[in-house]
């Protein structure tokens, strides 16, 4: 498991998360910081820069390092300096990984960038789940429960498979929201509804979730499911149920041609909206 970090505000709070997340999944966890590779050809001080670079980042690593032990003092902790963009990095190295953990404001070694712009690459191209950790101003403790978006396509049901493992992990309730009403954005920005692109159930969302909770049943007996479906548009329908949430799950299609650099639309939108952490689950769509 590999949590990605950058100087500036938030990562205590990221690194506490993903040490308590490792500790969850029983796994070492592996605390990234990216050095950008001088360019070909650059001047001596070009070089002089990358070093320091390196230097500032062995420092911040162990400073996080330390942090991670002391949040969980058992937990496997492992730095590593990376060199290169840091979203090409991290994304290199999810196809190894269980799990990648992110801030939202571009975490990773590039604190300029737009913002959550490493996190958006990661998310869209990583092989493994990828946890962004939105910012949270609640003051209440939050609810013991996990919430997935889900639809009814194969796809879909691979984010839920993945949902009901961290609802499982965490002990918690899994709520299962599912947007009856298909939105679609046209060319001209329009807000549309549109056909769904899978065979609706003839006997509806109802019975079709409740057959896909009953295949699950022996797996997590022990986790408790509630589904809700609405009417209005997914993503803030998503947005609304992550509130007070331990993690909201939603499924994205890992394209390939040109469609392979949009991240969907649903998991998109709550990566800026919700109100809790937002694990994004690739799936393979080959066009």
Known sequence: MIVGVDRGPGPDDLVRFAAREAVLRRRPLHIAHAI???VPGGSSSDHEESGSAAEAGARLVEHYERLAREESPSLSVAGELPMGHAAAVLIQ?????????????????FPRLPLGSVSWQ??????CPVVVM??????EPPDNRVVAGADLDDASLQ????????????????????????????????ITTMAPDFPVPPRGPQEFFETEFSKRRDRYPDVEVNLLIGASS??????EASENALLL?????????????????VSGEVLHTAHCPVAVVPVRDDD
Do not use: Q, W
């Open 36 to 38: 950008e590779l001088p």
């Open 93 to 109: 190295r999810s196809a190894d990984a269980e799990l990648i953990v992110l801030g939202h404001r571009g975490s990773g070694g």
């Open 122 to 127: 990661v998310a869209t191209h990583a092989e």
């Open 134 to 139: 939105r910012p949270s101003h609640a003051a």
């Open 159 to 190: 984010a839920l498979d993945v949902a009901y493992l961290e609802a499982d992990l965490r002990g918690a309730r899994l709520d299962v929201v599912h947007c009856a009403v298909r939105i679609a954005t046209s060319p001209t920005g329009a």
């Open 234 to 239: 997914p993503g803030p329908l998503l947005t």
């Open 249 to 265: 799950v939603v499924g994205s299609h890992r394209r390939t041609g040109l469609r392979r650099f949009l991240l969907g639309s």
